[in-house]
């Protein structure tokens, strides 16, 4: 069935993503109440290595898992789980999560998030996207993505971790640009993985839009357009960061704790 399910997509979606989705097959996790569940594991390094598999996954929400993902997240033992939405976001679809489970919210830049209206309203007005990655919102990065990188630090060694926020694309999209970043992964890849969201949300998208659609008076092609992840939009992630701390290692040191030191642990603890 996962097979079938992967062939059709092949043929549905432009050329120029095949590629993308052929790499990135291998670490889709199938859900029945979850979409765009990935395994953040099996990327060659720009020294030939790998990033390890089964360790660290990223995810759309996991707020209407069913009993079957249930069991999945307790076969990958997924026991710590990183949350970046916001607190009402988390309120109003609670996380379903295993007994026991280590779970952190971090909501910093999450609790402002606009509505339908007012995204309908700045897509029409100016480039909504690129304003989650850029000066406007570097001040809550490093308060939200701390967790994330301590919580591996420390992880057991027969445990997995999930990070995730509603759509796991952009908060989400950010923090695995990170991971990736620090496991040494080429920017290039890196970009690929960030844009792979688009082909995993397919579905949960083609909703959004069309209620965007019919807020803001655009056609369905200027929403999509708007809404789709693109590589400029995490190059310009990293180049904020650049601009404000000198380099993405400075960042990382300063603001999530993570000095060269912890990046060598990091990287011998998910990199073989």
Known sequence: MKMKRFVFLFFIIPFTLQAQLKDSI???????GA???????????????????????????????????IQTIEDLKIRTVIDFRGTKEALLAPDRLLSNTDYTLCPAGSDSIPTPAEIA?????????????NDKSIQYYGERYKPLFQKLLTLPDDEALLFHCTGGRDRTGMAAALLLYVLNVPMSTIEDDFCASNIYLRSMNARMY??????????????EDKMRLKPEHIRSFFATIKSHYGSVESFLEKECGIGPEKVSL?????VN
């Open 210 to 223: 069309e209620s965007l659609t019919k807020i803001s008076g655009l056609t369905i092609s200027d929403v």
């Open 266 to 270: 990091l990287r011998k603890r998910y």
């Open 35 to 69: 979409v765009n569940f990935r395994d953040a594991g099996n990327y060659k390094t720009a020294d030939y290595k790998t990033v390890i598999k089964g360790k660290i996954f990223r995810s759309a929400s996991i707020a209407t898992l069913t009993d079957k993902d």
């Open 121 to 133: 309203n700045m897509i029409k007005n100016s480039d909504f996207l690129i304003n989650m990655y």
């Open 26 to 32: 291998t670490r889709v996790v199938i859900m029945e």
